[in-house]
């Protein structure tokens, strides 16, 4: 249809103006200069993933938010991230200490520290802050961070109305004093959370929920929250008014891009200054590079066994499918430098044994299982297991499902479901086997220990035992740490061996990358982001 | 006097253009990231809102647009109660956390938001505050109101889906008339080719492979984010890929279908010029299709929105309305899901209108 | 994807425009269907097409034949390695073959469109002879019901019902099991563009002249419906069948990408293309096998749809 060559020329006209007009527009706009006014010599540009639930540290419960909290925001003491202990270090708090039987606890708090709308800091802004931690109308999920103190989980649990008959007042000299229901040798590391902050009622009181508005919200820290551009970025300030050292770099830029591969190439582009999370396909390629940092961390990845499911409610079972995992090649496959554990409380860690814990043997795992009467495998129900939503924990999982058939010759059936969902199947009926990780809130063993309790809200095992309960109890009274030790070797080896209630594969590790103009980036086992050492060449 | 008597006879005309240029000036200063005088936003508005009734009254189409919104209030309202219901029987809720918490603490969550109520109480609650136009609060994300979640989300995914169907149109167009005019030549099958290819892959695979090429090696464009127009482009194209492919689809069965007419047979026997034939009756009237098509277009374009924002960290709705139904934040994924549904219904409406300007043989009613 | 249901609604007016004439010719049936299939003939590309199409359907039969290795089997010595002569496409993260879970994703991929297509088709049949047979008031109420769903955006209700049906074990087979949520999933969003095409079908076809001389013959409804208006109306459906294949597999592909995809660990070509777009500057491998895969599967559909409406719609004759 010759007639019709008109449209040739149509379509040049369209389309050649915009070939031209494309590359031409991204050359001309292009500059390096940084959005909301700020400039790149002094600031750190960093990805925080997601936008932050909430900044009211009474209640968040992510990580994301208590990155953007510990730097605005500062409890009564501090960890020194430098030491591989993590000893306390004065902060709102200057000096405190116990009684004999770490009952009673008291603080002496720092004079003439200032909120950043000039108002002078008191105790009573602290116990302000657990006030509102406790009330059940907050409805914290951090409040059984307080639980210790004498009628605090009966208030936040209602059975209690009036706060003055919880064990925490301020005397006479302005200290703060504590009294604990049940000792705790390691109570003043809970005051390092943001969620026991002190706060400001009347600012609360004043702006409801929106008093974390960059123009509302009232903090001490070493930055300011200065623009809060939801879904897009954060700006932070240096508070010049900060008591302590005053942050290097004047503003922190943070972004918030969920996809891991994004933000990588965000970095590779020179948009950002560094990455707290790394694609881990992609490790083996990125442990080459210079950036590459890399911390373990106080977190451990396990799977937990739901002992009231037959078959798994025989322990021989349980111990079999122990025995024939090789965590090794776990990680190995994951190129993280994970580190394989045995036992339940990761390195780094008072209570880390490499020696407890069942390790991975072939012949005593088919053992066990021929002698708990499953001789004819083909009799061996095919077990669930099951891991929430994501990719990593895919590949674990697909991997433990391979060894377990090549090892044991048991089937396993993969059942990956959405976070939500999992909780909720966790709550109700687990799978024969489930997945989960466990980070530390504060570098105590207890914190570890503590959750295989038979009256801890996050044993999903089922698994009860007296005598566990009863060591974790005497451990967290105790004040010598070598006696703690023995205690908690005893009681892993209880859950690990002689129990078999969980699975432990291996401790976690962080993976970052740092460009090359930063200096004294934090990187330490806790995952605690604090910016205001960090420099810029 | 005369300047008035010729206003008089050419105001539809000079209203026509003036829309034209209002709503061109407002996409091209907003992509160049240009501040947009608050008066061109009102010009341009008035001036659709007054062509828009003009053209109404004049062909007496006031109660088919007056059944349509209604309608359209009907849709929405079932719409509704549907997600509504789905969100009640979907397992997991908003609240369930990994550490159990005390059942003081749970009645008080259940309490703030409303949750303790019996389900149809908490429905027509629901309901009444969209009456009012209150979308509620985020469960998610403390102290955000959905209304405003959706509002700061909403022209971001707006701008982006409006760049990438202009795209769409600009490259789907020409390549449909291209290959039409060739018909069954190898360019014609080469057009269509790649104008399947465009919908061959999924935008996923496309825009990795794009951002390798133009951001890495050319580095003409930004990897990701959203801040101008050297940001826009990628995601823009990436986008627009799969519209333009099947505009141009679109556009070369219905330019076929409208030569092989009888009255554009009876025109060139008429003697018209070629241009005549070709400017006043084929590409007109080969073009009612595909505009036809431009409501499904925004759907598509909208749910398609979520992949592209996703992998260029773009803060737009479709990663909330996936994200939120993850934190089971069921305001929020009410309050996305309408809009996108009103989105839908205005688009399909406002087609429907400029279908019968464009075809006078269609009559609404 | 971008235009999901845009592509669906595109290939249903694609079809509908094509099939408007054949109605009107007054030829039996039979002589309409052997030139059609004579003009199919002629067209290279779709011929080539369908020879891809059968190439490809045979690989997901005979997968577990074809396939050098297992989709499941792991090499933890051969993590992440680029093709070789041992592993013609390279190995996965997990150290298996990429060649053969691409060949047993063909399985689940093809099982996915296929299944999909054919339940959202019955779905969609049924509703649509129901509703353009019946006409007047049933037919607007049920149409209005498809407008509704017309209007809810595609991604919230396929992650809704996808998530709820998740819950819900149908079969023992794991391979069925773990396709279920994703295919309830797709068919309900699926059924909607099918139902609407086949209802303005069934209304064209009832105006015809046999159809109501059998009307006035007192034939049976359900006998007329099935009898004359089915046959006539067959050639479009396979023509929309040959087109929602592909999209449900490119649909399944989105699920895997928002994390809803089929469970592991079996493979399919989305759960590959969204493992491997992630790293496609380290590991191009990954991203490129299943991309083909994807990208000349759906071509080649697409290009035979083209193909048969292009036969079967006599308005192409001799052009």
Redesign the interface.
Known sequence: MPQFRWVDRLHIKFSLPLLILLPLLSSCTRERRLEYGLSLADTLRINIITEPPTLDWNRSTDTTSSLIQDNIMEGLIQYDLQDPDFKLLPALATEWSSNSDFTKWTFTLREGVKWNDGVEFKAQQVVDGWERLLNPKTASEYAYFLYSIKNARAYNEGSIKDFSEVGVRVDAEGRLVVELDQPKSYFPMLLTHSSTFPIRKDVIEKHGDRWTDPENIVTLGAYDLKIWDHDRAIVLERNENYYGDKAKIKNILAYMVNETSTALNLFDSGRLDSLHQLPSRELGHLKRRKEYRETGIMATYYFGFNTERPPMDDVRVRRAIVHGVDRKQVTDMLQGGQIPISNWIPPGMLGYEADVGLNFDVAEANRLLDEAGFKDRSTFPTLTLSFNTMEDHRRVAENIQAQLRRNLGISVELLNEEWKVYLRSLSTNPSHIYRLGWLADYPDPDNFMGIMTSFSDQNYTRWKNSRFDELIQQAVAEGDPAKRRVLYREAQRILTEEGAAVLPLYAQVNHLLVADRVQNYPVNRLARFIFRDVELK | MKLVSRLKENWKFLMGWGLLLGSLSLVVMSF?ALPIPRALWWLTGSLAAVGFAHYTFSQNLVVYVIKRILEAVF??F??AS??FL??R??????F??????????????AA?YNLDAPLHRQYSDYMLGLLRGDLG?SY?????NVAQ?VG??LPVSLQLGVY?LILAF??GI??G??A?????SFAD?AT??LA??G???????I???L??VF??W?N???????????YY?LPVV??????AA?IA??TR??V??V??SDYIRTAKAKGLS??VV?YKHVLKNSLI?VLT?SG??V??????????E????I?GL?????QS????DYPL?LG??LV??VM??LA?LVVDILYAYFDPRIKLS | MSGMRSQEISAAMLVADGNKQQLGQGKSSQSLWAEGWRRYKKNRMAVISTYFVIFVSLVAIFAPWIAPYSFDEQHMDRILQSPSWTHWLGTDALGRDMLSRLIYGARMSMAVGVITALISLFIGTIYGCISGWMGGRVDSVMMRVVDILYSIPTLVLLILVKVIFDSVNLFTNPELRALTGILLALSVVGWVTLARVVRGQVMQVKEMAYVEAARALGSHSFAIVWRHVFPNILGPIIVLLTFQIPLNILFESFLSFIGLGLQPPFSSWGVMADDGWRSLRSFPHLMIAPGVAIFLTMLAFNLLGDGLRDAFDPQMRGR
């Open positions: 160049f849709v929405i079932v719409i549907m997600t789905l969100l029987v979907i397992p997991g809720g908003p369930d956390t990994e550490k159990a918490l005390p059942p003081e603490v749970i009645a008080n969550i703030k609060e998610k994300f403390l102290g955000r979640i700061e989300a990438s600009m490259i020409p390549a008339l291209f039409a005019s060739r018909h069954n099958n269509m080719i399947i290819s919908v061959a892959l999924p935008s996923f695979l825009a990795p492979i951002i390798i951001a890495f050319l003409w464009f930004e990897v990701a984010l959203w801040l101008g127009p050297e482009i990436v986008l627009g890929t799969s519209p099947i689809r679109l069965s219905s076929l279908e030569i092989r070629h241009q070709l299709p098509f499904p277009l759907a598509g374009v909208l749910s398609g929105s979520f992949v592209v996703q992998i260029f960290a803060p479709g990663r909330h309305m996936v139904v993850t934190n089971r994924i996305t899901t996108f549904s839908l219904v399909n």
